[in-house]
Each structure stands twice: as C-alpha cells, then as structure tokens.
C-alpha cells in the first residue's frame, strides 16, 4: 500500500468519524429541544386534560341502601355551555318517531319492523295498543328482538312515546 492509499483511509476515517459524533450531536439536541417543548404542550392543551379526565372517571357509580348517596347525584357543571349540546325533547310523535324510533324503525334493525310495513305490523297491532305501549315504554328483548325502553332516550315523557307508537301504527293503516 502506498503512502497517498494511506493518508487517503486516515482522512477519510476521520471524515466519516467527525460525521457520525455531527450526527449523534444532531441528534441529541433535536431530543432535548422536543422534550422540552413538545410534552408542555401537549401535557397543558385544555382539550387533552378534558379527555384524559373523561377516561379516568369510574365506570359505574353504585347507590348502597341504607347509606348517603348524595355524592351520585348528579351535578351540572356548566348549566349555559350543555344548554345547546343536549338532544331536542321531542313534544309529539311524529317528532319522537323521526329523531330516535326511525334509527331502527326506518331500516328493521334489531328486529323492528320497519315503519309502514303493514305485513311486519300486523301480528303486533293485533297483540293490542297496550302491549305496544308497554313494550315501547318498558323495552322488548325476545326472540331475537330488541327494543331499548323509550328508544334508549329515557328523557322522553311517556305521552310523547304513546304519541310515537300511534304515528307508526297510522303509518301502516294509510
């Protein structure tokens, strides 16, 4: 080997050894500005502390007879900010049907039969008002049925439910 050979792979090691420790440096400083400043970040945004506190509330809340349960009653934090996220109370049927009974209704999910279906109706209407009244009311679960009580909307009077089951009954008599 030649003494330019060698003096070549002296400064070409050097070279590439001065680039790995370029590197490394890079790399450590890209670390340490990220850490101090991408986790105070994400750590205070008011939507992330909102979520998390979310998934670490109790699953359930339990009310033992005999005991002070007023730590389950429920509070409103912020009775202006729910005022316009909540879901519209329906006043009649046809509105009842339209936001929460037409979710299953409308396509026969879970059993239902689909609204103005007069063939699906039948055997139900013939059962009597009171036993739809009391299965819209109280929920269905059998023979592969399932009817949540109230459509899964419990905040609904229960005239306004009867109100729904008449619509849907008249859906299938016109």
Known sequence: MSKQDTHFF???SLVIGLLVVVAVILFALARSIAGATQGQEIY???DYLTSLEQRLQPF?????AGQNNA???IVETNPAAGAGSALPIPTNGMQAFQQVCS???GQGIAGAPKAGDAAAWAPRIAEGKATLYQHALNGLQADGK???AKGGRPDIPDAVIRQAVDYMVGLVKH
Do not use: I, N
Not at 60 to 64: F, G, K, N
């Open 103 to 105: 979710a299953c209704h």
């Open 10 to 12: 002296d400064v070409f």
């Open 44 to 46: 205070t945004e008011p």
């Open 146 to 148: 399932v009817m949540p």
């Open 71 to 73: 730590a389950l009653a």
């Open 60 to 64: 359930t809340r339990e009310a033992v």
